[in-house]
């Protein structure tokens, strides 16, 4: 922060404060839980100082954080308290100049800023999340074997939800069966909405329309495409395998093993030192390109992935990020076909200077449910 801004301010929902001082996430909603004076809820922080962890009452109690008292300077708004008066009280000590540098962090509510604004009229505000950034882009050892960990939490859920696969289960039942088994192995929850991109000749692939996919009923020929994962002390997976209901013929075969062979080619040029993020895409693209697929290969290759689902920088065309060893990306190629078979393939891979070490290498052929 040194030079870049006067005061800090992460709320508990983000990332960026679990990363910095180990205060936890919880499960998100879908619909916003708000309690009274809720917009102060974060750590507060400035350059020479420990970081101050305001919280509401019933997120200090209820949500299980009071605990942190002694680890961190912690103080409570009661719930008849006026949350101004809190944080009023809190920034004068601070001795902030007449035009203080806020850094806040990118998922920041609103109201937080409008409050902060109101009591500090001169301020300027920066992003936070960029500062923080640039120390967890590299990720070090210690991250890198929580993530394997993640992994082989999210791959040991897959393998028992294998057991219970059967051609006539519809898409919620295979749903609802990932994300019990990836808590049943250790996660704290799916890192983000599990999804089924499933397609074959009468089965059409649809996105974004979860309440209609959901019910459908999953008859052979299909292509069933996972994407999923599984959480480990604040860490996010993200895997991706392709199973065949009823036996595959020629051309879904020769679609999987494109897509397969496109994924070795992005991990090889996932190289430190002598890549860029253009460069994997493309070492990976140009496979599924060469065949005649280039146009169903619908997305990125990959993209930056740790304490967040999805992190910069991106493997994409355009993103000429140079590769550093430490990096980790998702190298997930596709060929997604609306009226014909579809397959995936994703794991997490850290770039180094031979190339990328994958963190999850099980289920490398096609699975076929009969």
Avoid at 214 to 224: D, E, G, M, Q
Wanted: with cysteine.
């Amino acid at each position: 922060m040194a030079g870049r801004a006067d005061l800090a301010f992460f709320p508990t929902h983000a990332s960026d404060l679990h990363y910095l001082t180990g205060v936890p996430r919880d499960i998100p909603n879908y619909g916003r839980t708000m309690h009274p004076g809720g917009w102060l809820e974060g750590a507060w922080i400035v350059p020479d100082g420990p970081p101050v962890l305001l919280l509401p009452r019933m997120t200090a109690e209820f949500g299980g954080l009071s605990r942190l008292a002694g680890a961190i300077d912690l103080r409570v708004l009661g719930d008849w308290d006026d949350p101004d008066t809190l944080v009023a009280d809190l920034l004068r000590g601070l001795k902030l100049p007449d035009v203080p540098r806020v850094a806040i962090a990118d998922l920041t509510h609103g109201e937080t800023l409008v409050h902060v604004q109101k009591l500090l009229p001169g301020a300027l505000f920066v992003s936070g999340t960029d500062i923080v950034r640039e120390l967890r882009v590299i990720k070090d050892e210690d991250e890198i074997a929580l993530m394997r960990r993640a992994g082989q939490i999210t791959e040991a859920a897959f393998a028992d939800v294998l057991k219970h696969l059967r051609i006539g289960m519809t898409e919620l039942e295979v749903i609802q069966e990932v994300n019990f088994q990836m808590r049943r192995h250790g996660s704290l929850g799916e890192t983000f909405t599990t999804s089924l991109y499933n397609s074959g000749p009468n089965h059409p692939l649809l996105f974004g329309d979860r309440l209609n996919t959901w019910p459908r009923v999953l008859t052979a020929p299909v292509a069933i495409l996972f994407d999923f994962g599984a959480s480990y002390e604040g860490y996010c997976y993200d895997y991706g395998r392709t199973v065949a209901f009823g036996e595959p013929d020629a051309e879904f075969q020769r679609v999987y093993r494109l897509v397969m062979d496109a994924q070795a080619a992005g991990i090889a040029a996932l190289k430190a030192g002598t890549m860029t993020t253009t460069g994997a895409d493309a070492a990976a693209r140009q496979v599924i390109e060469a065949a005649g697929y280039g146009k169903e290969f619908r997305h990125r290759l990959g993209h930056g992935i740790g304490m967040d689902v999805h992190e910069p920088p991106f493997l994409t065309q355009g993103d000429e990020t140079p590769l550093r060893e430490g990096m980790m990306f998702t190298i997930e190629p596709s060929i997604t076909q609306f009226n014909t078979f579809s397959a995936r393939v994703e794991d997490v891979v850290v770039a180094r200077p031979g190339g990328g070490e994958k963190l999850t290498n099980g289920f490398q052929e096609l699975i076929v449910i009969e």
